[in-house]
């Protein structure tokens, strides 16, 4: 199974300060999805990235697919009080043909707290 | 409208109880999934619809009944729960099982006693 390890585990920045969190995989990333979770609630879409050296931004959230395809990392930029909250990169599973089953597996996730 | 909605935010039921969860998009969406997720734990997949048929299940105890009357509701039928059942659980959408970013609703949290 695809697994994930996100790093680190937690993170406490000051706002304003810059920071990234990282998301490696054992195996070949097909599509890597980034979502932000507030404690107790759903998950809220970033970003998606599906082809080496990929990246896109969103307001001041940045996130990369690195060339060879098995790693990814997430940067804020300026950070925010509203950026708090856990961080979860999650994998599309895929059959031998690389068609999606539709199946994501998560990793475990990077609590972000930003003081103000 | 990127919205997926789940009733009832939040239901206490005992281990001899009957209870439904509810999920609705009106994104056009043909996938469905069904999620479970512990306290400090990522969500973990239950079920997955596609095009209002049941395409995954991963080895969840009957005792979760899935159902999908259309293509825009997505129901979880609880019968029968132990209290190691108690989390929260998330229905997500997304436009098919072949590609396509996953959207989440605000989850139902479930406590079992």
């Known amino acids: 199974s695809q697994e994930l390890e996100q790093s680190p585990q937690s993170l406490i920045v000051q706002e304003g300060k810059n920071l990234t969190i990282n998301c490696t995989s054992s195996?070949?990333?097909?599509?890597l999805y980034w979502y932000k979770q507030k404690y107790g609630e759903g998950l809220i879409f970033l970003m998606m990235?599906?082809?080496?050296?990929e990246e896109k931004s969103h307001e001041k959230i940045t996130a990369k697919l690195d060339e060879k395809k098995q790693q990814s990392s997430l940067h804020i930029t300026a950070s925010q009080p509203s950026h708090a909250g856990i961080y979860l990169c999650?994998?599309?599973?895929?059959?031998?043909?690389?068609?999606?089953?539709?199946?994501?597996?998560f990793g475990q996730g990077t609590i972000l707290t930003v003081h103000p | 409208d990127t919205e997926v909605t789940q009733t009832p935010k939040h239901l206490v039921m005992g281990m001899t109880n009957k209870k439904s969860l509810k999920c609705e998009q009106h994104?056009?969406?043909?996938?469905m999934y069904w999620y479970k997720q512990k306290a400090k734990k990522p969500p973990e997949l239950m079920f997955v619809?596609?095009?209002?048929?049941?395409?995954i299940n991963e080895s969840v105890p009957s005792r979760f009944s899935p159902e999908c009357p259309n293509s825009s509701l997505l129901n979880l039928h609880l019968h029968a729960l132990q209290p190691e059942d108690s989390a929260l659980y998330l229905c997500?959408?997304?436009?098919?099982?072949?590609?396509?970013?996953?959207?989440f609703g605000p989850g139902t949290r479930l406590t079992v006693t």
């Open positions: 619809y596609s095009y209002e048929k049941l395409s």
């Open positions: 195996k070949t990333l097909y599509g």
């Open positions: 994104m056009g969406h043909r996938a």
């Open positions: 997500a959408s997304s436009p098919t099982t072949l590609a396509g970013e996953q959207y």
């Open positions: 990235l599906q082809k080496g050296g």
């Open positions: 999650g994998a599309a599973r895929v059959n031998a043909g690389g068609t999606s089953y539709g199946k994501l597996t």
